[in-house]
């Protein structure tokens, strides 16, 4: 449903393990590793760019990121995020591996160089690999700091997954998802709260139909619902992050 640009698979998540050591009389057990630390920058983040753009972001425990923006002026229309792995520390927040998934421009890649303070604000300067920037300022949402409860986001929701393309996706409060774009795609999926903030894995599946660009691929990514709007924002790219997905709609 979208168009795709090529980029380079994103590295990894990095897992920790536990090791144990023999002495000469027995099993000594090594010190585990400390803990991971959730990212100070943890959280939902609202706010607007120097173009006018809205802008939500979401910072997970594990410090990746999602900057999702609207297009110029119009907040209820997305036109692509931004989305990478960060860090925080001591009131400093950076990337190295940026990846700006525009419907309308393409992709760039850059890095982001801003601030925070934890739980108030986040704001930061992207700049791209071709010399261009673009800022954001943000506010923390205490939203996030809810549970995220299926049996809230179960409805309906039509929205616009391009400026030309609208879609109409059903999910339940079992955690699945299914829909329809204006093309003609035809999509399920699921769409399953996470352990940590108030955000949902999604999974979609594109049907194949005429419609679809993205084909039959499957997408992942993240979901946001906001209750004072009934609004649901998502965005999402395929295994190898060459095709991204976007979506905002509300429900009655």
Not at 35 to 56: D, F
Not at 91 to 115: K, V, Y
Not at 189 to 214: A, H, K, W, Y
């Amino acid at each position: 449903m979208q168009r795709r640009w090529m980029v380079p698979p994103v590295i990894g998540l990095l897992w920790l393990v536990s090791l144990s050591a023999c002495s000469g009389e027995g099993d000594t057990p090594t010190p585990a590793p400390p803990a991971l630390t959730a990212s100070p920058a943890e959280g939902i983040w609202r706010g607007t760019t120097n173009s006018n753009r809205a802008v939500t972001g979401l910072v997970l425990d594990n410090g990746v990121y999602w900057l999702l923006y609207s297009a110029v002026g119009k907040p209820s229309l997305l036109e692509g995020f931004i989305q990478g792995t960060s860090s925080a520390q001591s009131g400093a927040f950076t990337s190295s591996d940026a990846r700006d998934f525009n419907l309308q421009t393409g992709l760039l890649t850059g890095t982001i160089n801003g601030s925070y303070v934890t739980k108030q604000n986040l704001s930061g300067t992207i700049a791209y690999q071709n010399s261009t920037q673009s800022t954001f300022s943000t506010a923390y949402d205490t939203d996030y700091e809810l549970t995220p409860d299926p049996n809230a986001i179960a409805g309906t929701y039509s929205g616009s997954v391009t400026a030309t393309e609208t879609a109409t996706a059903i999910l339940t409060s079992t955690g699945t998802v299914s829909g329809s774009s204006s093309a003609g795609c035809l999509f399920s999926g699921t769409f399953v709260p996470r352990t940590d903030g108030n955000v949902f894995t999604v999974t979609i599946t594109f049907g194949g139909q005429s419609g679809c660009t993205l084909g039959t691929q499957t997408v992942n990514g993240i979901g946001l619902f906001d209750a004072a709007t009934k609004q649901l924002t998502s965005a999402a790219w395929n295994s190898g992050k060459t095709d991204g997905f976007v979506f905002i709609g509300t429900k009655p």
